[in-house]
């Protein structure tokens, strides 16, 4: 990668500057559970991220600007602007699972929502909500109220980020509905252009930063099958590993399951065989 200069790694993302107004983020397959990353990839993992992530970056464009300039060949690369990201994850919740679920078992409720009592596990929330979260550089990121979001963002940008991430998660989750998906809950992060503007960045509506549930299964009242990678996070708890590094190298089994799960999310949810996006990334920019 003669045209770029490494300059930050993620759990999952490279990052590469590009020049002065450009990024490049590519996703790798690497998989992280419990904030650790395990020593096991998942093949393609980062084509699906990359590939799902441009497809809802080009249906919302009109609901928020985002960071999207192009999705490169590889398929796990995307050329992006440089933002400058705001210290907060916004988290927007439709379902009772879970941190959320365990909050509200605790207090009634989540990150200051009071929520109706005797709400299962799993259960659709009145209405979406909005339950903002420290980014942790170390260990995990905590839930925190809207007011202590506020305080650390401003009250103008918490709220028109408020604002956003529900608009993004309502559009979703309605579209998700239809092809066969609910999504529980997404987390979104956003951040500043040149000219100040609130931008959305890194990744959207993918199975890393969202729960996706087949609807054919929805039943409330327990935890739910997914598309996601709480099918890896089910077998790590399974060995009674202690949560910290190293994590559980993964069995083939759950590999290829995982593997079969975000694949089907991607296809259902963008309408095109993973195959020709793999031929052709720029397909996830044309999808209707």
Known sequence: MT???HVGRGKVRELYALDDDRLLLVASDRISTFDVVLPTEIPDKGRVLTGLSAFWFTR?????????LAVRSDGRSTECRRLTMLPIECVARGYLAGSGWK????????SGHRLPAGLRESDRLPEPI???????????DENITRPQAAQIVGAEQFAEVERLTLALY????????????VIADTKFEFGLDRDGRIVLGDEALTPDSSRFWP????????PQPSFDKQYVRDFCERTGWNKTPPGPELPQDVVA??????????????GIAFA?????PSSALRAE
């Open 60 to 68: 919302t464009r009109a609901l928020c600007p985002n960071h999207l």
């Open 3 to 5: 045209d770029a200069i």
């Open 130 to 140: 909005f339950t903002p979260a420290t980014k942790a550089q170390t260990g995990h």
């Open 276 to 280: 020709k996006y793999v031929a052709d």
């Open 257 to 270: 399951g995982t593997r079969a799960r975000y694949i089907e999310a991607f296809e259902r949810l963008t």
């Open 103 to 110: 909050d509200y078992q605790t207090s009634g409720e989540v």
């Open 170 to 181: 309502r559009v979703a989750a309605e579209y998700a509905l239809v092809r066969g998906i």
């Open 215 to 222: 609807e054919d299964q929805y039943a409330p009242g327990r």
